[in-house]
Nanobody, 126 residues
């Protein structure tokens, strides 16, 4: 499975963006999916995960209530809707696929994801 993240860009603080993660070479329906980000000089940070069924999701405290993860099985795509963006949200955002995960939750940030997208830059200006 190859993942292609897109939708990043420059936005003012308080604005919104929707990131997409499209898959090719396989179907995402059997994967739990996650979104991560990495800012310059910082470690990679887990943001959100969604189960293969789409029924369960899990969020980091830093984005809960502002970000929403979702998936469209027909389009083989996972989304991250980001609202109320802050300058500290500036980072490269990555999607990842986890074939072995049967659920999502507190373990999601530490799981070994099988496939990663190339990243999309999000810049939030103050």
């Amino acid at each position: 499975v190859q993942l292609q993240a897109s939708g990043g860009g420059l936005v003012q603080a308080g604005g919104s963006l929707r990131l997409s993660c499209a898959a090719s070479g396989g179907t995402l329906s059997s994967y739990a999916m996650g979104w991560f980000r990495q800012a310059p000089g910082k470690e990679r940070e887990f943001l959100a995960a969604i189960s293969g069924s789409g029924f369960s999701s899990y969020y980091a405290a830093s984005v809960k209530g502002r970000f929403t993860i979702s998936r469209d099985y027909a389009k083989n795509t996972v989304y991250l809707q980001m609202n109320s963006l802050k300058p500290e949200d500036t980072a490269v955002y990555y999607c990842a696929a986890d074939r072995a995960a049967s659920r999502v939750g507190v373990e999601s940030p530490r799981r070994a994801y099988d496939h990663w997208g190339q990243g999309t830059q999000v810049t939030v200006s103050s």
